[in-house]
């Protein structure tokens, strides 16, 4: 009778850690990521669509093809070695033109200070160009070259805090959740960039 409840007991460590590998990645505090509200932040909650973990048919990699939209871009990501989804982001820009040189770091939270992250706009990995201009998360390749083919002069960057399903590089299962992209300010603020409400919305 031990033997069949140590048995049990162990099964369901193995599941609960097969789980967690899935999805790869050192996971931010999403908590905090999630409330993705400052001062300046205008959009309501009732303005995400309510269709939050619906299944799509077509996964948002498979949406995405290769263009050359950030072939004069090149950029350093700071990322944790076991991050698995940060590794799929560097592919998504890459395939978008962009130099991406991934750069394994102990301590993210450094970077993100030294760069002008706020806490609640923060998720798996930073990405800094050679101008200086900040991606937090898992930005589409589309508003990176957006913002840099204008950018604001009161911004550093752009944000996607937590980690969306669906964005790039956080494809798993067909699923997508709404999410918004921020602007990341000089001073500090956040305002919303873009409101992303469907796979096809990333191309």
Known sequence: MMFNTDHKWLGGVVLLTASVGLMACSQPDVDAADKQTTATTQVPVEAISPASNTKSNTKASDLQPSSTILQNVSATVYKDANCGCCKEWIGHAEDHGMTANGQDVSDLAVFKQRYGVPDNMRSCHTAVTSDGYVFEGHVPAKYVAQFLANPPS??????????????????????????????????????????????????
């Open 154 to 203: 009161e911004a550093i960057g752009l944000a996607v805090p937590g980690m969306p399903m669906g964005s790039p590089g956080m494809e798993y299962q067909n699923r997508f959740d709404p999410y918004r992209i921020m602007q990341i300010n000089k001073d500090g603020s956040s305002t919303v960039y873009a409101q992303i409400e469907s796979p096809q919305q990333q191309l």
